[in-house]
């Protein structure tokens, strides 16, 4: 179960708008001027046990920044988050790999990272293996695997963390369409288990598929939230403008 009650976040960014050598000398005596975004503009929403929440929205309209407050990687300004149970965050997959390492290597090591004891990851290397399709290329250095070999390695080993919430950024946007299929298959498992899902993406047909319901977030602001495909249906309106 999750409760947000009107949470904020802004990000300060630095105005560079500087061009002569003289001028920039001068701002490094002055303070810094920074412009403030505001990602997260009062939001607010509740996720039931077992619901299948899709988050979409155009780019920097802050869906990537909502799920990284929810796995409380980002603390907002203001406002009031509520989670109960065990988060699992699919957040820029692939990004802790150690490049030096092993394929087999980097799922010890990720698996740990994500809570895994050494022992659960010994009773569950070989699915990850087999998941991933990479058996191989179980003992090669990642610098050597393709940016869609890294994704499917770590959504394969992120899968088999025991949680009841699982956020999703964007997992379907790298990767064949065999391995797309695997991740639909994975969702509906997740439905089955009544797992607690929210999903950010871009793939509306993944949205009016699997998400029991939509949530519309621009500039930083909910636009509409209710049935997947009425939020859809108003998306593409806005979109098709």
Known sequence: MIKVNNLSKTFKIPLENRYTFKENLVELFRRAKYEKIRALDDVSFEVDEGEFLGIIGPNGG???????????ILVPDRGALEIKGRVSPF???GVGFNMDLTARENVYQNGIILGLSRKQVDERFDKIIEFSELERF???????FSSGMHVRLAFSVAIQVDADILLMDEVLAVGDMHFQQKCFEVFNRYKQEKKTIILVTHDMGAV???CTRAIFLNNGKIVKDGKSNDVVAKYTEYAMR
């Open 91 to 93: 957040l820029e997959l």
């Open 208 to 210: 009016q598929n699997y």
């Open 62 to 72: 802050g869906k990537s920044t909502l799920l990284k407050v929810l796995a409380k």
């Open 138 to 144: 179980v003992d090669t250095k990642m610098k050597n």
